[in-house]
């Protein structure tokens, strides 16, 4: 697996104390992000419940957990060949922000929808 041989190349390069202050700082950081996190979650679950969509919300969510659970989930590797794609959809996330924001704040400054 990469993960075990990045894993491996990054424990003999670097001490034992700076290991263990890197996994004290991961664990800081879930900690610190939980909340936001949650609250996030959470607020998203309240508006599509709000907008009638809670039926659909929970299926969705009981399937994502249990392809959680039983280890379905596959990350595709990154590849060197893909990075102009990557690019691009990062460009047109960008470039759509203009309208939305437009929209946001200038058409519907207040409320949610």
Same mark, same amino acid.
């Given at each position: 697996?990469? /993960?075990?041989? +990045? /894993?491996?190349? +990054?424990? %003999?390069? =670097?001490?034992?104390?700076? &290991?263990?202050? @890197? ?11 939980? @909340? ?6 959470? =607020?998203?679950?309240?508006? +599509?419940?709000?907008?009638? +969509?809670? #039926?659909? /919300? #929970? ?6 957990? #249990? &392809? =959680? ?9 990154? %590849?060197? %060949? #893909?990075?102009?794609?990557?690019? @691009? ?5 960008? /470039?759509?922000? &203009? ?5 946001? =704040?200038? &058409? ?6």
């Amino acid at each position: 697996m990469p /993960w075990r041989r +990045f /894993w491996q190349t +990054f424990k %003999r390069e =670097l001490p034992c104390a700076c &290991i263990v202050t @890197l996994a004290w700082g991961a664990l800081l950081m879930l900690l610190a992000n939980a @909340l936001p996190l949650a609250a996030g979650y959470l =607020l998203k679950c309240y508006k +599509f419940h709000k907008q009638g +969509f809670g #039926d659909a /919300w #929970d299926q969705g969510m009981r399937e994502a957990f #249990d &392809i =959680l659970r039983q280890g379905r989930l596959g990350k595709r590797p990154f %590849r060197l %060949r #893909d990075l102009p794609n990557y690019l @691009l959809m990062e460009v047109w996330m960008i /470039w759509n922000m &203009i309208p939305y924001l437009w929209y946001r =704040l200038v &058409i519907v400054p207040f409320g949610l929808k």
